[in-house]
């Protein structure tokens, strides 16, 4: 008698893909919402099964953060830096990070010497008469606060140098890096303990300050996240049938990738993004919130699967924008938006870089709110690409590449210079 065994199934179909962006961006949704339709039904479970098994991930997060809120807690996690310097981090913090994806390093940076860095910033861009000389935003994302701009423009001041290759800031990202698995199937992403140095800006809004605030958002990328080899192969446990295995702390395959070009883009790996308190913030004060449920990252990749998207829209993810999520898409989702806690200045805050994240509007600010925006973007083949331009970037004082094209700096002789590098910033632009 022949044993009995199942019916092989047949090979997943594969997904057509386009490592540079689409002509036609809705035939190409229509093409690639079709193929991944096809892909998750070929594992025998339907779209539907699969997005309830995230939906349900996600519920349970979601009321988990509703009850801590009742409880009057802290839904963001908090850390103190000495004990990250110490290696005293408790399993009980650590899970917690993991958990909600986001953290306040208290202390990273002494409070005086973060308000020196301020001032230094102030002293930097009036001493060149940048507000002389400003042009008005370069894009259209980040708007301005009355004559004088909100985000500056500036990448390269003595300021924003000395934190980024600080000992202080490399200890704290090879901390958060540690938190994504970084070697696998005999394949090392990333190097954990080497930073990239991605120059960012810096955001200064003063006192009395009215602003819209930005809506929910996200950064990692946009069409690029469905439509590429890289990233089909990142999110493969969404789109295979294997769900359950969806671990929003996996970089494989997300660190050699393409994306596409954007005026909101950002060509580098990030595990984490941040920024660093240079003054003293209110959490009812226009602060940074996110939706700290890192899983809801596979919630936003396989919603406009369901049949109540039409055929070319990816629930208004399009290229050149940034990847919204809203109450129109993601109700349950946004249910858990979660401010910061008052920070200090020297303090530092981060988020997962595929986190939804907002800033609260503001009316008449109580005090400054003051920020260096300095990510965790670990070495990798993607970041390494990008450092290229960045050190010509550095060497020439340019906007880097991810930038409008202002370069306010290039005539700046006080900006931070190649003989300033300690080894961490050598690394970190690739020639150490
Ligand atoms: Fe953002």
């Not at 919630?299 to 924008?321: E, F, I, K, S």
């Not at 200045?345 to 400054?368: E, F, L, R, Y």
Request: proline share 8%.
């Amino acid at each position: 008698m022949t044993p009995i065994t199942a019916p092989a199934r047949p090979a997943p179909p594969t997904l057509p893909h386009w490592e540079q962006t689409p002509g036609d961006l809705a035939a190409a949704i229509r093409e690639i919402k079709h193929a991944l339709r096809a892909r998750i039904e070929s594992s025998g479970r339907t779209v539907d099964e699969v997005f309830a098994v995230i939906s349900e991930r996600v519920r349970v997060k979601v009321t988990e953060i509703a009850e801590a809120k009742e409880r009057g807690e802290t839904v963001w996690p908090v850390i103190e830096y000495a004990d990250i310097e110490k290696g005293s981090v408790t399993p009980e913090e650590l899970t917690k990070l993991r958990s909600r994806g986001c953290l306040v390093v208290r202390g990273h940076f002494p409070r005086e010497q973060a308000l020196a860095w301020d001032q230094d910033i102030v002293e930097y861009v009036e001493g060149n008469q940048f507000f002389e000389n400003y042009r008005g935003p370069g894009d259209d994302f980040f708007g301005s606060v009355g004559s004088k701009p909100e985000i500056y423009p500036i990448y390269w001041s003595p300021a924003q140098m000395q934190a980024r290759q600080s000992d202080r800031m490399a200890r704290v990202q090879s901390f958060l890096n540690a938190q994504w698995i970084s070697e696998s199937g005999g394949v090392k992403w990333f190097d954990p303990d080497r930073d990239s140095l991605y120059p960012d800006r810096i955001r200064r809004r003063p006192e009395g300050a009215d602003s819209a605030g930005l809506g929910t958002h996200l950064d990692p990328g946009t069409l690029d996240l469905w439509m590429t080899t890289a990233y089909q192969n990142a999110f493969r446990h969404l789109f295979d049938g294997t769900v359950e295995e969806y671990d929003p702390w996996d970089a494989s395959f997300r660190t050699s990738g393409p994306q596409y070009p954007g005026s909101t883009m950002c060509s580098a790996f990030r595990t984490f993004q941040g920024w660093t308190a240079l003054s003293d913030m209110d959490h009812d004060q226009g602060v940074l919130h996110t939706v700290p449920i890192p899983e809801a990252m596979g919630y936003l990749m396989l919603r406009p699967l369901l049949d109540d998207v039409a055929d070319d829209d990816m629930c208004g993810v399009t290229v050149n924008q940034v990847f919204p999520a809203n109450e129109e898409w993601h109700p349950l989702l946004i249910q858990a938006l979660s401010g910061i806690p008052d920070v200090k200045a020297g303090d530092s805050v981060w988020w997962h870089a595929d986190m939804i994240h907002s800033v609260d509007p503001v009316v008449d600010q109580k005090g400054w709110g003051n920020v260096m925006y300095t990510p965790a973007a670990p070495w990798c083949p993607r970041n390494e690409t990008y450092s290229a331009s960045v050190l010509q970037a550095f060497q020439t004082g340019s906007s880097p590449s991810d930038f409008p094209e202002e370069h306010y700096e290039r005539s700046w002789t006080n900006r931070f210079h190649e003989a300033d590098l300690n080894d961490t910033g050598r690394r970190g632009l690739g020639i150490g």
